[in-house]
């Protein structure tokens, strides 16, 4: 008669050494950055880049939100994602990023389904700023390996931080401290929408310690700088692309804020675009 089979006593230290390993799991490697150089983009880029935000901004509606004080007081409706006359702008943004992964492809169908049957849940199952921002700078011409097309902010701000330490000013754009630079139109503001009870993001060095992790972020395009207050636009501002007013300090840098200071994404960095500065008119040009 065989004797009943014994059970391995260390069977739950495996499982709980297996479970401990997965909750550990390696960190999200960051983006690659080419060995070879950034291409030079010319002057002309900054004023494109603001120029096409506008026209987003404009087929939204033109809404504005002021969130220069400690709450956001909202100046000018826009029109919401749902509205039928700018689906089609929010599906272009997902375009702009649609081959990142295969999953944003079934996203996109899936949204042309519920537009076919009037739903009034179109793109709200995935956050679609990041895809806005990614839409403005490919569609200005600029290459994904200068700037890293993407569905999550945190990616192409990883990408630049990585750039910029490969390549100083060669790069696209080199993400600063709110301390170290004015923003001026063409340039990305970056913040962070972590939701309590973690901490959020306190600067840019902070972020470069973590690189890889994911994160709530949002960024927004420059697009004025007016004494006072900064001018961006941005997209999945309350379902819509909208203009909004930051407070800036006296030396036109942004006022550092603390977490629930103010609403929205807390700023902590500013990406500076680094092109050329604009060539003087000629003297018989300024005659006109």
């Not at 340039?187 to 840019?204: K, M």
């Amino acid at each position: 008669m065989r004797g009943k089979t014994r059970g391995n006593p260390f069977l739950p230290v495996i499982l709980l050494a297996l479970l401990l390993a997965a909750c550990a799991a390696p960190r999200p490697p960051a983006p690659e950055v080419p060995l070879e150089p950034p291409v030079a983009y010319p002057a002309e880029l900054r004023e494109r880049l603001v120029t096409l935000a506008l026209q987003e901004w404009q087929a939204f509606g033109a809404g504005v939100t002021d969130r220069s004080g400690t709450e956001s007081v909202e100046l000018r409706p826009a029109l919401p994602q749902e509205d039928p006359r700018v689906f089609h702008l929010v599906q272009g943004y997902w375009n702009a990023v649609r081959e990142e992964r295969p999953e944003w492809e079934d996203h996109v169908a899936a949204q042309r389904a519920l537009r076919r049957q009037g739903s009034g849940e179109v793109w709200r199952s995935q956050p679609w700023s990041a895809a806005f921002v990614s839409y403005l700078l490919r569609s200005a011409g600029v290459d994904r390996a200068d700037f890293a097309w993407s569905a999550a902010h945190r990616v192409y701000l990883d990408h630049a931080i990585l750039a910029s330490q490969r390549w100083g000013e060669l790069a696209l754009y080199t993400p600063l401290e709110l301390e170290a630079h004015a923003p001026r139109p063409g340039d990305l503001v970056c913040g962070d929408r972590t939701r309590a009870p973690e901490p959020r993001l306190p600067s840019l060095a902070a972020r470069a310690a973590e690189l890889g992790t994911p994160r709530g972020m949002h960024c927004d395009l420059v697009v004025a700088s007016e004494p006072g207050r900064l001018v961006l636009v941005g997209g999945n501002l309350g379902n819509a692309v909208r203009m909004i007013y930051l407070p800036l300090e006296a030396d036109g840098r942004l006022r550092r804020r603390a977490p629930g200071e103010a609403p929205g994404a807390t700023p902590f960095a500013v990406l500076r675009l680094n092109v050329p500065e604009p060539s003087p008119p000629l003297l018989s040009e300024r005659a006109k």
